[in-house]
T-cell receptor, first 114, second 113 residues
Framework: DTAVSQTPKYLVTQMGNDKSIKCEQN?????MYWYKQDSKKFLKIMFS???????INETVPNRFSPKSPDKAHLNLHINSLELGDSAVYFC?????????????FGSGTRLTVV | AQSVTQLDSHVSVSEGTPVLLRCNYS??????LFWYVQHPNKGLQLLLK??????LVKGINGFEAEFKKSETSFHLTKPSAHMSDAAEYFC???????????FGSGTQLTVLP
């Protein structure tokens, strides 16, 4: 069973469109994240949710809106897509167990805006 | 605040020779440190992590890393490189109440036959 699954794996769309990326984790983790990996492979956090509550919201355009219907799901909706949104988006989840905790990443969604 | 510096953007080694990927960090907290590997067009796989237990951490595929607080370093090593080790490696620090991850810029490891 896949621990953190993202759909779709690849997404090609035109500028101006609205699209969503879905993420689900079956690990029972409390916290979920979205990370963006740019063309230079640099990874940066976008959002973090803990038990459906937004706890991290980095400087991301308002066109990006995360939605967490329950603690196992964190979806990313993007309005009015721009060329610069082309990137690989990774979903992740984590669970704190005392001082030890771990992150599990999905396999990524490669978004190409044309 | 926290940051990670990976000192080499590219490292090239011959198969069977040792691997050293260097990482320095800074953190206002007691950090947790990770190394992740990303093979071409693949997701991120955890190699190993340090979370304030033993300073020498052993990971998967023969990799290990040593946490040196005095040097604020967490270098990744492997005694003998294999062709399948060719990938992008990320050093990552985590800390603070939100436990967010801060990634280094990555090191591309090439293994020559």
């Amino acid at each position: 069973d896949t621990a953190v699954s993202q759909t779709p794996k690849y997404l090609v769309t035109q500028m101006g469109n609205d699209k969503s990326i879905k993420c689900e984790q079956n690990l029972g983790h409390d916290t979920m994240y979205w990370y963006k990996q740019d063309s230079k492979k640099f990874l940066k956090i976008m959002f973090s949710y803990n038990n459906k509550e937004l706890i991290i919201n980095e400087t991301v355009p308002n066109r990006f809106s995360p939605k967490s219907p329950d603690k196992a799901h964190l979806n990313l909706h993007i309005n009015s897509l721009e060329l610069g949104d082309s990137a690989v988006y990774f979903c992740a989840s984590s669970q704190e167990r005392g001082l030890d905790y771990g992150y599990t990443f999905g396999s990524g969604t490669r978004l190409t805006v044309v | 605040a926290q940051s990670v510096t990976q000192l080499d953007s590219h490292v090239s080694v011959s198969e069977g020779t040792p691997v050293l990927l260097r990482c320095n960090y800074s953190s206002s907290y007691s950090p947790s440190l990770f190394w992740y590997v990303q093979h071409p067009n693949k997701g991120l796989q955890l190699l190993l992590k340090y979370t304030s237990a033993a300073t020498l951490v052993k990971g998967i595929n023969g990799f290990e890393a040593e946490f040196k607080k005095s040097e604020t370093s967490f270098h990744l090593t492997k005694p003998s490189a294999h062709m399948s080790d060719a990938a992008e490696y990320f050093c990552v620090v985590s800390g603070g109440s939100a436990r967010q991850l801060t990634f280094g810029s990555g090191t591309q490891l090439t293994v020559l036959p």
